[in-house]
């Protein structure tokens, strides 16, 4: 158990609904980090929040949005789901740069 | 933008031998970070190792030690007494100093230990 805790593990939904995956990091960890794992991509970074604000912003579609609670758990909301958005979404928590970052074990979303 | 190459695709060896993987990297910054990530058909992503630019030691973590070559923008992963259990994709990560906080990753590498 790395800490940072993902739900859920899988999910499997019809194009065009929306979906809320959840993530609480590591105890003391200030930022999470959302990434998205496809075959043909690789890992993309999505998005980041530290301590309740947004801090970064990779490459992430206007339908899908993020937050981050005041109790540091965070959702990451995908809507209007496309076939292509089917891949292994990835939360992460870090403490400092040094020590990198701590993954969760993924949501894998299948859209149909 | 940073960038992160992991050069070959896959890779395989045979159980107690010796491999290494190789990453480069593309950036302007003097201070940051480097990481070799592994996941196993787990899918979990585990922390192998990592090392900071401003040191000159290469980074060991038991069986797996780094080649840091900082003026090459080089950064190989060797794996030594190979195991079973190190069959897995192995992900190269930049993390700058001055870009903000994300990590880039390489495309990784796929690596088969043989019995």
């Known amino acids: 158990d790395s800490g940072v805790t993902q739900t859920p593990k899988h999910l499997i939904t019809a194009t065009g609904q929306r979906v809320t995956l959840r993530c609480s990091p590591r105890?003391?960890?200030?930022?999470v980090y959302w990434y998205q794992q496809s075959l043909d991509q690789g890992l993309q970074f999505l998005i980041q929040y530290y301590n309740g604000e947004e801090r970064a912003k990779g490459n992430i579609l206007e339908r899908f949005s993020a937050q981050q609670f005041p109790d540091l758990h965070s959702e990451l909301n995908l809507s209007s789901l496309e076939l292509g958005d089917s891949a292994l979404y990835f939360c992460a928590s870090s403490k400092t740069d040094y020590y990198g970052y701590t993954f969760g074990s993924g949501t894998r979303l299948t859209v149909v | 933008a940073q960038t992160v190459t992991q050069s070959q695709p896959e890779m395989s060896v045979q159980e107690a031998e010796t491999v290494t993987l190789s990453c480069t990297y593309d950036t302007s910054e003097n201070n940051y970070y480097l990481f070799w990530y592994k996941q196993p058909p787990s899918r979990q992503m585990i922390l192998v190792i990592r090392?900071?630019?401003?040191?000159?030691q290469n980074a060991t973590e038991n069986r797996f030690s780094v080649n840091f070559q900082k003026a090459a923008k080089s950064f190989s992963l060797k794996i030594s007494d190979s195991q079973l259990g190190d069959t897995a994709m192995y992900f190269c990560a930049f993390k700058g100093g001055n870009t903000g906080n994300q990590f880039y990753f390489g495309t990784g590498t796929s690596l088969t230990v043989i019995p």
């Open positions: 105890s003391g960890d200030l930022s």
């Open positions: 090392q900071e630019a401003y040191k000159q």
